[in-house]
C-alpha cells in the first residue's frame, strides 16, 4: 500500500445531531438554510458496514458541476455505523433507518422536500421512504439498492431460530495493526478502489484502540434481522413514490450472486415496473462501489438528474 494521499477538493463540516434519543453525525457541506424549492437540500445515506465519509470522492466531482458548486449537502452515518451512537440494543431493525431519516428531515428542512441519494441499504431505506413520505421528496437516486430475495412465511421459524442463536453469541469485528491494514481490507472488497481513496477512507472507517484499528461499526449490525423481506409489502411502497427516481448500477456488480439464484437481476426488472416514474442507467467499469469506482461519472449523472 502506497502512502500517496487524497486531501478532499470540498472538505465537509462535521455536525452532531440528537435523533429518537441517539447521537448522530452528520457531514455537511454548504449551509442547509440556503437550500431552496428549485435547489433543495441534498441528503445522501450510505449502505450497510459503510459510512457517511464514503460519498466524499463524489461530492469532489459534484463540486465542479454546473448548479453544484455552493449546493447544500448533507450525509449522515447511520445509527451504529462512522461516529453515531450505537443503538445499545442486541440487534438493529429496519425500520428505525425509516424514523430517523425521518427526524433528521424535520430538523433540518422542515415541512420541506428534499433531493435523496441512497447507496445500497441505504437505497433501500430511501425507496421505502420516497413511498412512505411522498411529499418530502422530490428526486431520488438509489444507487445499487436492488432490494432482497423475496422471503416466504414458511421461512419465518428458521430465521427466528437463527436469531436468537446469534443473540447468545458475541458479535465480534475484526480488528486491525494499521491504518494501511484496514486500507488494504477495503481494497480486497473492491479492488477498484484507488489506494489513495482507500487510505483516506480507512481513517473513517476505523479508528485506534488500543495500538489496534477497530471498525467503525457496532458489532451487533452482523446479527442477521429475523424479520421476512415481503415483495408484496415493499411493492405498495414502490407504487407510491411521487418522485422522480434514478436507478444507477454498476455494469460489474456481483450483488446478485451472493443470493445463489434466489434473486437475480431479471426479477429486480420487473419489480422496479412499480415505481411510477424511474429510469434505470448503467455506470461502466464500476461495480458494486459505483460511488468509489467511477465517482466523476456518478457526479455527472447526479447533476443532470437533480438540476434544473
Do not use: C
Request: proline share 7%; net charge negative.
Amino acid at each position: 500500500m502506497s502512502t500517496i494521499d487524497y486531501s478532499p477538493a470540498w472538505p465537509a463540516a462535521s455536525r452532531y445531531t440528537d435523533l429518537r434519543g441517539l447521537r448522530h453525525h452528520l457531514l455537511v457541506w454548504g449551509d442547509p438554510a440556503r437550500a431552496t424549492p428549485e435547489a433543495p437540500l441534498v441528503v445522501m445515506v450510505h449502505g450497510w458496514m459503510d459510512v457517511a465519509a464514503s460519498f466524499q470522492f463524489m461530492v469532489d466531482a459534484l463540486r465542479a458541476q454546473a448548479g453544484f458548486a455552493d449546493r447544500p449537502i448533507v450525509a449522515v452515518d447511520w445509527r451504529g455505523f462512522g461516529l453515531s451512537d450505537a443503538s445499545g440494543a442486541d440487534s438493529y431493525w429496519f425500520s428505525d433507518y425509516l424514523a430517523d431519516l425521518d427526524f433528521l428531515l424535520d430538523e433540518l428542512a422542515p415541512g420541506q422536500a428534499i433531493d435523496l441519494i441512497g447507496h445500497s441499504m441505504g437505497g433501500n431505506v430511501s425507496m421505502l421512504y420516497a413511498g412512505l413520505r411522498p411529499q418530502r421528496v422530490r428526486k431520488l437516486i438509489n444507487v445499487e439498492g436492488f432490494g432482497m430475495p423475496a422471503m416466504e412465511p414458511e421461512e419465518a421459524p428458521e430465521r427466528y431460530e437463527k436469531w436468537l442463536e446469534e443473540l447468545k453469541q458475541p458479535a465480534r469485528m475484526k480488528d486491525y495493526a494499521s491504518l494501511p491494514a484496514v486500507a488494504d481490507r477495503l481494497r480486497q472488497n473492491n479492488p477498484r478502489l484507488r489506494e489513495d481513496f482507500a487510505l483516506w477512507l480507512a481513517s473513517h472507517w476505523a479508528r485506534e484502540v488500543n495500538g489496534r484499528w477497530v471498525i467503525n461499526a457496532d458489532p451487533a449490525h452482523k446479527r442477521p434481522q429475523p424479520l421476512l423481506y415481503r415483495w408484496p409489502e415493499v411493492r405498495v411502497f414502490f407504487r407510491r413514490i411521487a418522485a422522480p427516481v434514478l436507478f444507477i448500477e454498476g455494469d460489474q456488480t456481483l450483488y446478485f450472486l451472493y443470493f445463489s439464484g434466489k434473486y437475480g437481476r431479471d426479477e429486480f426488472l420487473e419489480r422496479i415496473r412499480e415505481v411510477p416514474q424511474l429510469t434505470l442507467h448503467t455506470v461502466r467499469d464500476a461495480g458494486h462501489m459505483t460511488h468509489h469506482d467511477q465517482p466523476e461519472e456518478l457526479a455527472r449523472l447526479v447533476a443532470e438528474f437533480l438540476g434544473p
